[in-house]
């Protein structure tokens, strides 16, 4: 099994900053890229941030030079930097991972529990 364990969520005033975290474990042969989402209530999730094996990362336009993604490849672990944060920022926050198994296995998607993020003042 793959388990994804976000962490770092919380209630920030405007303008403040947090740090997200999402650790993969398990039974994992490679991981070709990683990301954040996020929700809010009555909204599709989005792409916030992504980065893949060779470290290109992509951005939303609205959290381009407010957020930075980066990420621990020897502990499968990928970090949202998220400052001068605003309410609209406000969601759930779910982490993700494209990874494969085993050699023998294609790659697929696997997601966190999700983490919530409130932005208020």
């Known amino acids: 099994q793959v388990q994804l364990v976000e962490s770092g969520g919380g209630l920030v005033q405007p303008g403040g900053s947090l740090r997200l975290s999402c650790a993969a474990s398990?039974?994992?042969?490679?991981?070709?890229?990683m990301g954040w989402y996020r929700q809010a209530p009555g909204k599709q999730r989005e792409l916030v941030a992504g980065?893949?094996?060779?470290?290109?990362?992509t951005y939303a336009d609205s959290v381009k030079g407010r957020f930075t993604i980066s990420r621990d490849n020897a502990k499968n672990t990928v970090y949202l930097q998220m400052n001068s944060l605003k309410p609209e920022d406000t969601a759930v926050y779910y982490c993700?991972?494209?990874?494969?198994?085993?050699?023998?296995?294609?790659?697929?998607?696997?997601w966190g529990q999700g983490t919530q993020v409130t932005v208020s003042s």
């Open positions: 993700n991972a494209n990874l494969r198994r085993s050699v023998l296995q294609i790659s697929r998607d696997y």
């Open positions: 398990g039974s994992i042969f490679s991981i070709n890229g």
């Open positions: 980065i893949i094996s060779g470290g290109t990362t």
